[in-house]
């Protein structure tokens, strides 16, 4: 089946630290990659759908300056996390899809910044 | 403003019975609607999925009913077997928005052995 990697699981790092997040479909050609985040027992909100070769679309009250997406390819996108602070400590997942397919989730990464 | 709600935080049910998880939303222009399982330090996994135009869909021992009218749809798992304890997400789209999902909080689900 269809398999999400996003790499790294877990980052601990320093206030003030750019945080990179990588996303890849490993056995097929997404032709979008989305990006949630999650709060400790609330539901995935949606922070930007991204597109191959456009700009991601963002989601109202999400910074683009803050949260850039890069989809370079059809199989990998990458969210980096700029100037991370500690209130951007969550929980980031991805996911892609094929046309005519449901969306397919990475296993998230958990991100701590002190 | 939780356009799809799951009310129940958890369920727990004996082996062998039935689990019923519930789902509601609000926007009316959702047409498709999924389940998603997930396990502890996984991501979130495609069960099921439903279009506005059916009321039912049925794979092995899942079933989603749909009801348009009350903006209620459900996940029926039967038997319901200790693998099935995860947390379960309802999700809705509108087709054609890019297949935005929209998640609600989700239900975690214990089957009793």
């Known amino acids: 089946g269809a398999v999400v990697s996003q790499h790294p699981s877990w980052v601990i790092c320093k206030s003030g630290t750019s945080v990179k997040i990588e996303c890849r479909s490993l056995d097929f050609q997404a032709t979008t990659m989305f990006w949630y985040r999650q709060f400790p027992k609330k539901s995935l909100m949606l922070m930007a759908t991204s597109n191959e070769g456009s700009k991601a679309t963002y989601e109202q009250g999400v910074e683009k300056d803050k949260f850039l997406i890069n989809h370079a390819s059809l199989t990998l996108s990458t969210l980096t996390v700029t100037s991370a602070h500690p209130e951007d400590s969550s929980f980031y997942i991805c996911?892609?899809?094929?046309?005519?397919?449901?969306?397919?989730f990475g296993d998230g990464t958990r991100l701590s910044i002190l | 403003d939780q356009q799809v709600k799951q009310n129940s935080p958890s369920l727990s049910v004996q082996e062998g019975r039935i689990s019923i998880l519930n789902c509601d939303y609000t926007?009316?222009?959702?047409?498709?609607f999924l389940w998603y399982k997930k396990y502890p330090a996984e991501g979130p996994t495609f069960l099921i999925s439903?279009?506005?135009?059916?009321d039912k869909n049925e794979d092995g021992r899942f079933t989603v009913f749909l009801n348009k009218s009350a903006k209620h749809l459900s996940l029926h798992i039967v038997p319901s077997q200790p693998g099935d304890s995860a947390v379960y997400f309802c999700a809705a789209s509108v087709t054609g928005a890019n297949s935005k999902l929209t998640f609600g909080k989700g239900i975690t689900l214990s089957v009793r052995p």
């Open positions: 926007n009316s222009m959702f047409d498709y």
């Open positions: 439903i279009s506005s135009i059916k």
């Open positions: 996911s892609a899809r094929r046309k005519g397919q449901p969306q397919h």
